[in-house]
């Protein structure tokens, strides 16, 4: 099962986006973590939701962003709210068992 991340784009600092990963399959049963990728940094972890609906999130966005999913669409969706500039990345989805895909792009404005 491969996903595919969008819903990027330009925001300013304050609003609001949310973020769509289709998987091309069934992943009723994965965990799906949302990851994210500043130009010359690491990649970094950012939220988790598991099989059964439990989350995780990175203490940098925890209280802004809710990650959630809807398995009859083999979706999991991130809003992220309050963006801060330092939220701009390229963010992923990603399974244990996929591929990295090629990411959206959030640009957060000051």
């Given at each position: 099962v491969?996903?595919?991340?969008s819903?990027?784009?330009?925001?300013q600092?304050?609003?609001?986006?949310?973020l769509?990963?289709?998987?091309?399959?069934?992943?009723?049963?994965?965990t799906?973590?949302?990851?994210?990728?500043?130009?010359?940094?690491?990649?970094?972890?950012?939220?988790?939701i598991?099989?059964?609906?439990?989350?995780?999130?990175?203490?940098?966005?925890?209280?802004?962003?809710t990650?959630?999913?809807?398995?009859?669409?083999n979706?999991v969706?991130?809003q992220?709210n309050?963006l801060?500039?330092?939220d701009?990345?390229?963010?992923?989805c990603?399974?244990?068992?996929?591929?990295?895909?090629?990411?959206?792009?959030?640009?957060?404005?000051?």
């Amino acid at each position: 099962v491969q996903l595919q991340a969008s819903g990027g784009g330009l925001v300013q600092a304050g609003g609001s986006l949310r973020l769509s990963c289709a998987a091309s399959g069934s992943i009723f049963f994965y965990t799906v973590r949302w990851h994210r990728q500043t130009l010359g940094k690491q990649r970094e972890w950012v939220a988790s939701i598991t099989g059964g609906g439990s989350t995780n999130y990175a203490d940098s966005v925890k209280g802004r962003f809710t990650i959630s999913r809807d398995n009859a669409e083999n979706t999991v969706y991130l809003q992220m709210n309050t963006l801060r500039p330092e939220d701009t990345a390229v963010y992923y989805c990603k399974t244990d068992y996929s591929t990295w895909g090629q990411g959206t792009l959030v640009t957060v404005s000051s």
